[in-house]
């Protein structure tokens, strides 16, 4: 199963592919020849890969907030949100290689409330103030928990966010709501009340792995 989110990506690099193989047949060099054949073939192959979209299912449980990505979880620590939780904060930050799934999924019953997207650059998604810099897409959900914000970052490699919630949107935790195209970070950030499941160095599988749990 492919994502929808890369159907025109798909398209784009199947036709450039196609396109190459013809020309290849201009080409006089056997070695040359094959190259322009084999490395389009090769990233089609990849993309391909790079685009699947397995089903997940979520946990049975509502006071709990899950993984929006599949990857490496970067940090868990203490911060001080001044965007949508308003006070001492909770973070994980989750790495997406180019080898892990890129379908991105909410993390938690609720209303989307905030959402700003950002014009930033494009420096390493390992690097803490890519957060701050690079761009972005913030998302803030209301639920009966309590307030979740995360955000969508993009990074050296990643330079397409695709999402397709809008706020007054009620959404649903494990169901997908966009990407980030090849390779990047999600930051979640919850009030400091909540218990963290997940340590650095951990990795995450979206719409399954729970981040954090409320406990009354």
Not at 28 to 46: G, H, R, V
Request: positive net charge; glycine residues 6%.
């Amino acid at each position: 199963m492919f994502t929808r989110y890369g159907y025109s990506t798909l398209g784009i690099i199947a036709i450039t592919t196609f396109l190459l193989t013809l020309f290849s047949s201009l080409v006089n060099n056997e070695i040359i020849k094959i190259l322009i054949i084999l490395i389009p073939l090769i990233f089609l192959l990849f993309s391909f890969y790079f685009f699947r979209d397995p089903d997940r299912i979520p946990p049975q449980k509502d006071n709990v907030v899950i993984s929006p990505a599949d990857g490496k979880v970067l940090v868990v620590k203490d911060v001080l949100d001044n965007k949508f939780i308003n006070g001492k904060a909770k973070q994980v930050s989750i790495f997406m290689s180019p080898l892990n799934v890129h379908v991105n999924r909410i993390p938690i019953n609720g209303k989307v409330d905030y959402l700003e997207y950002h014009k930033g650059k494009f420096i390493s998604a390992f690097r803490d103030k890519a957060s701050e810099n690079n761009e972005r897409a913030e998302f803030g959900i209301t639920s009966r928990f309590g307030k979740i914000f995360y955000t969508q970052v993009a990074g050296f490699i990643a330079r397409r966010i695709v999402y397709e919630i809008k706020p007054g949107d009620l959404v649903v935790a494990g169901k997908r709501f966009g990407m980030i195209k090849f390779g990047s970070r999600v930051d979640v950030v919850v009030p400091e009340s909540w218990q963290a499941k997940v340590n650095k160095g951990d990795r995450v599988t979206a719409g399954e792995t729970i981040l954090f749990e409320f406990k009354s």
